[in-house]
């Protein structure tokens, strides 16, 4: 169970203080075969993405072994699966909740194989939407930028040679 507290205390840090807020984000596991590189250049642009908005994303390993220290810390679960379950709405590409999310492959690829170019960095932007709705909420979609319900294909296109910003009132371009 996750303190509501803390929650809101995360909340309002996120416009105020930047770089005050570390999530560590403990890669639990990866089902299907991902090309290493894509994977740790993913990591590299979410923690770009994130950045830029004040978010610190410390990368780790395996399961988590105690609590984690500090306020201003949280912490999340990822794990990549091979397939979305029944369950799942049809166009999502993760679950996701306060402490975990869940990025589903069979819909990951075949947004990549779109812009195969930009496939670091749309993978990048997922996750970092979704580390974002992790602290946010699931209520925490914008009309633009990289909190858009769905990108369209020039928002896929320009993740390649920059990346979407927090809100529409955040300048995109950098
Ligand atoms: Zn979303």
Redesign the pocket.
């Known amino acids: 169970m996750r303190p509501i507290l803390l929650t809101a205390f995360v909340l309002g840090l996120i416009p105020a203080n930047a770089g005050d807020l570390a999530v560590e984000t403990y890669v639990i596991g990866v089902t299907p075969q991902i090309d290493g590189a894509l994977l740790l250049g993913g990591q590299a642009r979410a923690n770009a993405v994130l950045q830029a908005g004040g978010i610190r994303v410390d990368w780790k390993r395996g399961r988590p072994q105690s609590a984690p220290t500090g306020l201003e810390r949280t912490r999340l679960t990822i794990e990549i699966v091979s397939s979305a379950p029944d369950s799942a709405s049809p166009t999502a590409l993760a679950t996701t909740t306060s402490t975990s999310i869940r990025l589903f492959w069979d819909r990951l690829t075949p947004l990549m194989r779109t812009h195969p170019q930009a496939d670091r960095a749309i993978l990048g932007h997922v996750m970092a939407?979704?580390i974002l709705?992790a602290l946010e909420g699931?209520g925490?979609?914008e009309d633009e930028g990289l909190?858009k319900?769905t990108w369209t294909r020039e928002d896929l296109k320009k993740m390649q040679r920059t990346q979407l910003a927090f809100g529409p009132h955040t300048a995109d371009e950098r």
Do not use: L, N, V
Request: no cysteine; aromatic share 0%.
């Open positions: 939407h979704e709705h699931p925490s979609h909190m319900a």
